[in-house]
């Protein structure tokens, strides 16, 4: 009996050590508990996900708490007031075009508000360092999930009935072979995992070599992606490589991406071979039927240039393109599926440029936390996750909406945070 305690404790330890970088104690296990109700949350939360629609804003108030009890005492002075006034301008971007005749403009401000206040806290690395380690299980556990659903199908969902909250949306998708697992919406699930390939390739690049177990992960990852039948995320994986091959000027993780893409050139080769429900997305490459595709989201495109000209100054009001789509007809789809043209089209020209502008600030902080790590290696892994997940978000932007969707929206802010509190590690030193 002793002897298993032992076993128990010890090993416990190992993974606690491992994943929080902390000693075991109820403060550090209230604060990681709750980082991994958010991650898991992040990464697994939908609309057809029981939680999410009870508990999705108490999650990201806990991680808030848990950021003011982590805050960087030693933080330079001008950092943190110069983090309050950015977020002081950030709540003003979003009262460019308010408009209270419109219910989800509220909501909208706040959701908004929150990735503010992730982003701009200045909070110690430490917290960083345990949100980044535990993507690692809660992806690979999604990911299975994924998986099993695809070879149990309707059977996965009888299992799981007292789950979900969307069950017919779910037979319907199941039947066209798109698989969702726990996650409850095939868009989500795809973007899940490739938040995780992103994690498990960062972490190839930044050691500069292909370890067998970081390719069984991205594999498994892999294979998940494509079960559930979303063409868009397999395009941005790959340019989010490609574009970490030209911009990144260190030769080492240039030739690591270099081997990577051979490697899994080959993987995904057998994985079209041995798993014959990832064909779905090679399928929908081949389909331009369905409305899911470019054809269908022109429409909405368009639309959402019609309203840009009505109001091309202010805009309709943040979080308006849903009362105004609905009403004007457009059928059930209540987001353009195209953030850059629905943020235009609800904030007008004044509005679009302070958020373009703060997109790109985004992307040039995760660039430069890059640049830092030369002197500081262990955290390589860190921003290179960080600037690979900018650089996905921004380009799911161009056919999604992912700043409207809390799951995503939060992500992002916790990878620029990540970047900010490294560069600032570098500036206090």
Known sequence: MEINVIINETYLSQFWRQHFNEKLSIKSTIVNLAILLLVFFCLGGSKGFTIYSNCAFVYIIIYILCCVANMELKSNPRIYYGSLIIYIAFIAIQMTAINVSNANILDTILQFSLYGIITLLPVRLSLYRSTYNIIKPVALFYAAFIIVSSILKNNFITIFDFYFTNVGRLLHEYSAGQYSGLNGARGLAAASMNIAMCYFISGILSQGKIKLKQMVYCTICFAAMLCTG???????????????????????????????????????????????????????????????TLNGRLDLWQYAIQLFKQKPIFGNGLGSFSNLNSLYGQGSVNEAHNMYLQLLAETGLVGSVLYFSFFICCLIICFKAVKVCKYYRELLPMSLFSLMVCITFLIHGMVSFPIYIM???????????????????????
């Open 407 to 429: 799951n995503e929206g939060i992500i992002l802010s916790i990878c620029v945070g990540m970047s900010l509190s490294i560069i600032r590690k570098r500036l206090v030193k």
């Open 230 to 292: 979303q063409r868009s995320q397999v395009i941005i994986i790959v340019c989010v490589v490609f574009i970490m091959l030209f911009f990144l000027s260190d030769r080492k993780i240039r030739k690591s991406i270099l081997r990577f893409f051979l490697i899994f050139s080959i993987i995904t080769i057998a994985i079209l071979i041995f798993v014959p429900q990832a064909n779905i997305t090679i399928q929908r490459f081949t389909s331009l039927n369905d409305y899911s």
